[in-house]
């Protein structure tokens, strides 16, 4: 929550012109401080700012929510009206379909789904001598490779010393971290 000094130290960020801005440096512990009693100041607004847009967002999807179901339960509604009718033209017409200014209704036809039992299979596959159904995945042990090869210039060189192709390092620069005591 914002208190007197965060708001202070805001609207002294706000104040300041981009000359000033362009001037102003860290020299010392106290210049070092000045700055991060600014960013933590920002850091609580957008934190506030945050937790106030979540609010209003959790406020409207609430209202959303409500709305959809009952759009939902209509819309059940109208569509088990078509269902009954439809089947009832079906059972007169197996090609039965219709098209309307509003719509078309028809029967779709769908692919049967098939359900497996990977493990059952595979030993169903084995056992009958249809391996030509199996398949192997074959991929790189990575771990094992980090663990055991090695890196010099972005380079990959297995334990014989022979470069290693398809893989390259991309040696990272080390990263500032700046923690707020908020």
């Not at 009206?81 to 769908?110: C, L, N, Q, S, W």
């Not at 971290?177 to 908020?182: A, D, G, T």
Request: charged share 35%; net charge negative; aromatic share 10%.
């Amino acid at each position: 929550m914002l208190n007197a000094i965060h708001e202070y130290d805001i609207e002294n960020v706000n104040e300041m012109t981009e000359e000033e801005k362009e001037r102003f440096r860290v020299t010392d512990t106290q210049s070092l401080n000045w700055v991060l009693r600014k960013m933590k100041a920002l850091e609580i607004k957008k934190k506030d700012v945050n937790e106030t847009a979540q609010s209003e967002i959790e406020y409207v999807k609430q209202w959303e929510k409500k709305e959809i179901e009952s759009i939902d339960r209509h819309l059940e509604f109208f569509q088990s009206m078509i269902g009954e009718y439809a089947v009832k033209m079906r059972e007169e017409d197996p090609e039965f379909k219709v098209k309307t200014p509003h719509g078309t209704v028809k029967f779709a036809k769908k692919q049967s789904k098939w359900y497996y039992k990977e493990d059952i299979l595979v030993s169903y596959l084995k056992a009958n001598q249809l391996e030509q159904f199996i398949r192997v995945k074959e991929e790189p042990n990575k771990v094992e490779i980090k663990k055991t090869f090695n890196v010099k210039n972005g380079k990959v060189y297995d334990p014989d010393g022979q470069q290693v192709e398809g893989i390259n390092v991309e040696q990272l620069p080390d990263e500032l971290s700046i923690k707020l005591e908020i």
